[in-house]
């Protein structure tokens, strides 16, 4: 696709069970990251994957958090065990690879809401 | 410390004005810079980056880096309704899998 595709758009759930987020980056990018923002906040680094390195999960608030991604194409966020300070956007973005001066394009989100 | 601080705002400016945006950030050893704009429940998309000193122009848009100060600016000439929008500061420091964003400015330019 010309984009960052992220889904599903949308997703409420109870509290406690676990969901996954699925983000398909622009083709050709090496370099994939996932942030969260919770409502009036700035964005919030989760995990950055770079090729078929070693993921930085520097950023992942807890262990219910983990991500997994396949060489370089779709990754998938996995919130386990979900609470109600999970609910925010998570949002994806890509980038053509590591260099300093590559900016992210950024998926549309996924608004994930704890009941 | 937060590593990149934005006041939240709402910055008002009347269309046609300039509207100024600022951004500092607590480690010198930050190397790239660049402003988001972010329309309420859409996704940030890129505004300008800058990397080195100084003022770099495009279009409307002027970003200003002053490393010594560590503040970055973004500068919107002839301001329009459309600007209206979050405006995120981000910085990448000297490990590049890393960026950190402000929690934005408002900006509302008025008809």
């Known amino acids: 696709g010309a984009g960052v595709s992220q889904s599903p758009s949308n997703k409420v759930t109870e509290k406690g069970k676990d969901v996954e987020l699925r983000c398909d980056p622009i083709s050709g990018h090496t370099a994939l990251y996932w942030y969260r923002q919770r409502l009036g906040q700035g964005l919030e680094f989760l995990i950055y994957f770079q090729g078929n390195s070693a993921p930085d999960k520097s950023g992942l608030p807890s262990d219910r958090f983990s991500a997994e991604r396949t060489g370089e194409s779709v990754s998938t966020l996995t919130i386990q065990r979900t609470q109600q300070e999970d609910s925010a956007v998570y949002l994806c973005?890509?980038?053509?690879?590591?260099?300093?001066?590559?900016?992210?394009?950024f998926g549309d989100g996924t608004r994930l809401s704890i009941l | 410390q937060k590593e990149v601080e934005q006041n939240s705002g709402p910055l008002s400016v009347p269309e046609g004005a300039i509207a100024s945006l600022n951004c500092t950030y607590s480690?010198?050893?930050?190397?790239?810079f660049f402003w988001y704009r972010q329309y309420s429940g859409k996704s940030p998309e890129l505004i300008m980056s800058i990397y080195s000193n100084g003022d770099k122009e495009d279009g409307r848009f002027t970003a200003q880096l002053n490393k010594a100060s560590q503040y970055v600016s973004l500068l919107i000439r002839d301001s329009q309704p459309s600007d209206s929008a979050t405006y995120l500061c981000?910085?990448?420091?000297?490990?590049?899998?890393?960026?950190?964003f402000g929690s934005g400015t408002k900006l509302n330019v008025k008809p």
């Open positions: 973005a890509s980038s053509l690879d590591r260099g300093v001066e590559q900016p992210q394009h």
């Open positions: 981000a910085v990448n420091k000297y490990n590049f899998n890393k960026f950190y």
């Open positions: 480690d010198r050893v930050s190397q790239s």
